[in-house]
């Protein structure tokens, strides 16, 4: 079926050092959003890429959508305790029209 | 500012027992999503609404599980008869119109079922 694979599955760093979780899906995607959920919580939205080959970036945090559509990334510089959550990318399938959410990348940061 | 609410947000009950959860998402969205997150299986759709008719439902337990929308403003998610492989966070979200909009979700109701 539709899958969208996520790594790692967990990271562990020290703060300031940098983080990249990586999205792959096995079919294009129509669009694609990355949540954060931290512990205890629930996932808010923090992006959605649409364009082939688009980078957005949020303060710390750079978003890339692959040029085939099929895979994305978070990169965070220099992180911050309160980046300790869990990233999940979700990809738009308009074969199915519904969201698939990856497995997540858990993200402790050492202080 | 506008928020999904869901009740309860924690439900322990014994193996059997009927578990009905409640979402009320934000005013104006005609999307609505129930989601099940565990530890192995992360987050899965089990389905959702559009205008409050169902649109997809595969992902939910047919046998067990059913999902209504009463109104707009209500979402129901029912377990009957419950198991204790039903244990898991149940989170309601809710979107703004059809296609790869960004998802509210809820806080989120804990299920035990021992």
């Known amino acids: 079926g539709q899958q969208v694979m996520q790594i790692p599955q967990y990271q562990h760093v020290q703060e300031g050092e940098d983080f990249t979780t990586y999205c792959n899906s096995s079919t294009t995607l129509s669009n694609i959003q990355w949540y954060k959920q931290r512990p205890g919580g629930h996932p808010v939205f923090l992006i959605q890429l649409v364009k082939s080959g688009e980078v957005k970036k949020q303060k710390r945090l750079t978003f890339q959508f692959g040029e085939a559509k099929k895979n994305s990334s978070l990169h965070i510089t220099a992180t911050q305790t309160t980046d300790v959550g869990t990233y999940f990318c979700a990809g738009w399938m308009d074969s199915s029209y519904k969201l698939i959410f990856g497995s997540g990348t858990r993200l402790l940061v050492r202080p | ?114």
């Open chain 2, 1 to 114: 500012d506008a928020r999904v609410t869901q009740t309860p947000r924690d439900k322990v009950t014994e193996m059997g027992q009927e578990v009905t959860m409640r979402c009320q998402p934000i005013l104006g969205h005609n999307t609505v999503f129930w989601y099940r997150q565990t530890m192995m299986q992360g987050l899965e759709l089990l389905a959702y609404f559009r205008n409050r008719a169902p649109l997809d439902d595969s992902g939910m337990p047919k046998d067990r599980f059913s999902a209504e929308m009463p109104d707009a403003t209500l979402a129901t998610l029912k377990i009957q008869p419950s198991e204790p492989r039903d244990s898991a966070v149940y989170f309601c979200a809710s979107a703004l119109g059809q296609g790869p909009y960004e998802q509210y979700f809820g806080p989120g109701t804990r299920l035990t079922v021992t």
